[in-house]
Nanobody, 129 residues
């Protein structure tokens, strides 16, 4: 069982930066792939970035590639999302998630929301123009 708590959201002007953090409980954290997802009003929850168990493999949605960076610190049971050059269209509730399965390989970084079982409560990010 993994419990997740996000922090770091807020209001920022376009072009600004925010760093989201996700603190996880549970001894199996380092064996889970982790992901950041977001959901804007009236839209489906979409994948933003994912990272493999040790950080060797990452995935980014095209819309955030080159602007966002996902990372993790397994010693601190924490995953981060550094968001730079923010745009109004990045406005959404951002969720942290842990994969359904535990992985031995550091090459697995699932992209689909259905592959993630454990979810945080979300943190609001609002980017003003």
């Amino acid at each position: 069982q993994v419990q997740l708590v996000e922090s770091g959201g807020g209001l920022v002007q376009a072009g600004g930066s925010l760093r989201l953090s996700c603190a996880a409980s549970g001894r199996s954290f380092s064996s889970h792939a982790m992901g950041w997802f977001r959901q804007a009003p009236g839209k489906d929850r979409e994948s933003v970035a994912t990272i493999s168990r040790s950080g060797g493999t990452t995935y980014y949605a095209d819309s955030v590639k080159g602007r966002f960076t996902i990372s993790r610190d397994n010693a601190k049971n924490t995953v981060y999302l550094q968001m730079n050059s923010l745009k109004p269209e990045d406005t959404a509730v951002y969720f942290c998630a842990a994969s359904q399965y535990l992985y031995l390989s550091d090459r697995v970084s699932p992209r689909g929301r259905d592959e993630y079982t454990y979810w945080g409560q979300g943190t609001q990010v609002t980017v003003s123009s």
